[in-house]
């Protein structure tokens, strides 16, 4: 999903250096959303592992 997030981020950057900022803005909302949602789940594993006492898998 990470990856996901970051080629949105680069899609929207080459949109905009081309002048496309309709296109950018969409693409940049859509990597804000995957980077916030990989963020919560990163949490929400974190706190998992916690719970459970066990240390995350390496």
Do not use: D
């Amino acid at each position: 999903m990470l990856t996901w997030a970051l080629t949105f981020f680069i899609l929207a950057l080459l949109a905009a250096l081309l002048g496309f900022t309709g296109i950018a803005v969409a693409f940049a909302g859509i990597a804000k959303i995957l980077f916030f949602v990989f963020l919560a789940l990163l949490v929400i594993s974190l706190i998992a592992h916690a719970v459970r006492g066990r240390a995350p898998p390496v």
